[in-house]
């Protein structure tokens, strides 16, 4: 009996260990939220999203609380007309997550973006956004920008109520315009042709 109450004694104290003590602020429905400390078993969470559109900001949220490999993940997607940022920051020592994570800076690279009448407009990355994207939205309408690598891992993805479907990433700049494959296409059709014709 002595043996099992001095083990859940040092279970206890183990599991004291390894908690963190952590910043929690999450925000209500007035945007608005109080600083505290809670206990976490793995990380600390920071994150900031901001939702544009035309290059306004509707929508910018900051949180803080306990993470997980899953909540921390950074990513944008720039569609001209409108861009989702998020940016998350874990952290594995006590009080870490006092500061707001950072704003994105431009990256120099460029892709197409859509507006009312074409796809033929550009923009410019920022921060993460590595690849260039092509995607329906709503199943309706084309959408072309800027996104992140850990969100062109995602078929089918709904953010800020806007449903994104039928993506498409690449690399490079200006990869998502009609010319590439266009291009791709001659390239693929001129061997062929030359082959008949001198054959």
Known sequence: MKCQVTLLLICMLFSKVLSL?????????????????VTCAD???????????????????NVKT??????????SMNLGAMKIFNNAKCCKTDLCNAETAPKQAPNGRTCYSCDANSCSETVNCEGSEDRCISASEDKTMSVKGCV???LC????SSMSGIVIS???????????GAENFTLSFLLMI?????SIFFY
């Open 66 to 75: 306990c993470g997980t490999a899953e909540t921390c993940v950074s990513g």
């Open 166 to 176: 039928n993506m498409q990433c690449c690399e490079g700049n200006l990869c998502n």
């Open 43 to 61: 990380q600390c969470l920071t994150a900031t999203t901001s939702v544009y559109r035309g290059g306004v900001k509707v929508s910018d949220v």
């Open 148 to 150: 992140s690598k850990s």
């Open 21 to 37: 003590t952590c910043q929690q602020c999450i925000p209500k429905l007035s945007g608005k939220c109080t600083d505290e400390q």
């Open 153 to 156: 891992v995602v078929s089918e």
């Open 190 to 194: 001129v061997p062929l042709l030359s």
